[in-house]
């Protein structure tokens, strides 16, 4: 079972910038995919980006694209996101997930392995 601890979260202004770290710990396979997901207080938990773990294949929600990236270091075992022009709508708690699986899911139910997220606050 691969283990997930999130890192790097912090209290930006908009338009700053935030490098989110997952460090993936026990058996990771290759096709395991990776995700980010968010949730700000009472409202759902939303799909964020996701990526093959050993593959080149990416994903990401429209509302952050051409501002966030995700990308891996299979050598560490560690995914990241790094978000930039952060907006205050960004503001949520992240989480970092695993999905055994060859194709990625937007879906949260569809992860199975969670880390316990780290806090991302972006003031106007």
């Known amino acids: 079972q691969v283990q997930l601890v999130e890192s790097g979260g912090g209290s930006v202004q908009a338009g700053g910038s935030l490098r989110l770290s997952c460090a993936a710990s026990g058996r990771t396979l290759s096709r395991h995919f990776m995700a980010w997901f968010r949730q700000a207080p009472g409202k759902e938990r939303e799909f964020v980006a996701a990526?093959?773990?050993?593959?080149?294949?990416?994903s990401l929600t429209d509302s952050v694209k051409g501002r966030f990236t995700i990308s891996r270091d299979n050598v560490e075992n560690t995914v990241y996101l790094q978000m930039n022009s952060l907006k205050p709508e960004d503001t949520a708690f992240y989480y970092c997930a695993a999905r055994a699986s060859a194709l990625f899911s937007p879906v949260p139910t569809m992860w199975t392995t969670w880390g316990q997220g780290t806090q991302v606050t972006v003031s106007s």
């Open positions: 990526i093959s773990w050993s593959g080149i294949s990416a």
